[in-house]
């Protein structure tokens, strides 16, 4: 895509899940395909996606990377866990809450098993903290990146929200202004319910599938923060629990965020209700996490 763009050739993104209803072939190949993509294409009724810009491919890659690794190491966690009740080791007896953190995996490391559970056993840990400093070298990485856009600082000042969780909104939204509507940016990020209507008769259900599960995923973890911190967003929640249960509570919640999140970048300014000293607190961790990269 880098070279199509200095080339200057107009590259066109085609949505395969909305075109495929119209690509209906009995025999279907690479070249079928190609031909029937460049009609619809032609025609001007070819469902297309939005093309991140170049800016943000490479903060968008590294947000993407750092959350497999996450994923990874959740694995290599479970597996640690499992050894451990092989072998009826418990973790309290290290003195440390975390199983990732050094001192765990120190004690861990001590333990004599026998010959080959003490092999696994060590192999486990050793790959739990590879994964740890990969994790921390990501981090730090991100912090530097997050610290270079305007747009993070502004989302940052929502209550909940750190520069990770900043720069992954933006760099997965790209441009805040390609939706006309916050609504429209609900429909997107998957916080609304799917809608049946036959004439008069309308019947919501679940929450849309078709949706960015990155986004969806951290306006949740962030709706959980506000709710504690943010008294405007603990009163939505204590209404919304009043009719429904929690998680759809927390999802009201979460939606009522997005949409402050589009009036904030469309209009250029801070949340209203910000909490300074948290806000200020949550500047100085970047800046703190950019000098130690």
Request: glycine share 4%; aromatic share 8%; charged share 30%.
């Amino acid at each position: 895509m880098d070279a199509f763009e200095e080339a200057k050739v107009p590259i066109v993104l085609a949505n395969p899940l909305k075109n495929k209803w119209m690509i209906q072939k009995s025999a279907k190949t690479d070249k079928i395909d190609a031909y029937v993509l460049a009609r619809l294409l032609r025609l001007n009724a070819l469902h297309t996606c939005y093309v991140t810009p170049r800016h943000l491919r490479g903060p968008k890659l590294l947000q993407r990377h750092r959350v497999d690794l996450v994923q990874k190491r959740t694995k290599a966690v479970v597996a640690l866990r499992d050894m451990l009740e092989r072998l009826d080791l418990r973790l309290s007896d290290s003195g440390s809450r975390s199983i990732c953190g050094p001192q765990c995996l120190d004690w861990i490391s001590r333990q004599a098993a026998g010959h080959i559970e003490g092999f696994i056993l060590r192999q486990c840990v050793d790959y739990v903290r590879h994964l740890n400093g990969q994790i921390d070298e990501a981090e730090r990485k991100i912090a530097v990146e997050a610290n270079k856009s305007e747009n993070v600082h502004l989302l940052m000042s929502l209550t909940g929200l750190d520069y990770f969780g900043a720069l992954l909104l933006d760099t997965e939204i790209g441009d805040w202004s390609r939706f006309p509507d916050p609504y429209q940016l609900v429909s997107w990020v998957g916080m609304c319910p799917r809608v049946y209507q036959s004439g008069d008769s309308k019947h919501y259900g679940r929450m849309k599938k078709d949706s960015n599960r990155r986004v969806n995923w951290m306006l949740i973890q962030v709706a959980h923060s506000a709710i504690k911190h943010d008294p405007k967003m603990a009163v939505l929640y204590e209404r919304a629990r009043r009719n429904h249960p929690y998680a759809i509570a927390v999802t009201h919640v979460a939606r009522r965020m997005i949409i402050v999140a589009w009036c904030m970048m469309t209009r250029r300014e801070k949340y209203r209700h910000v909490n300074e000293a948290m806000y200020r607190k949550k500047l100085r961790k970047l800046k703190s996490r950019c000098k130690n990269a």
